[in-house]
């Protein structure tokens, strides 16, 4: 659909400005969502959201009826952005390892 693009990319600005205004940044944990609801025992934890609202981990976008839907998931451990390897990687070789996957994307596979 046609302008699909530009609402994503609304949507990934706001997760920044979000994380970038939490106390913990790109650290923070999920607070608000659809997991965690009452009754349960993720309902019962406490998570300090950022001064811009909750933390969702992802938003689900249903065009069918104009719907957004912030999620709570698991890691994958095969995450290019936050897996530990490259986090592990990025500690230790810094601004370099980011220069060269720049470069060079398949690195990374």
């Known amino acids: 659909r046609p302008g699909v693009s530009g609402l994503a990319s609304n949507v990934a600005a706001e997760l920044v400005a979000t994380l ?9 944990e999920h607070s608000g969502g659809i997991a965690g609801g009452a009754g349960t025992a993720a309902a019962n934890v406490t998570v300090a ?17 104009f719907r ?26 810094g601004m370099a390892f980011v220069e060269r996957i720049i470069a060079n994307s398949a690195e990374l596979e």
């Open 20 to 28: 970038v205004q939490h106390a913990d940044g790109f650290g923070a």
């Open 49 to 65: 959201a950022s001064p811009l609202g909750c933390v969702p981990h992802q938003i689900r976008g249903y065009l069918a009826d």
């Open 68 to 93: 957004l839907a912030p999620a709570e998931t698991e890691p994958f451990p095969k995450c290019i952005c936050c897996c530990q390897a490259v986090l592990g990687r990025y500690a230790s070789e």
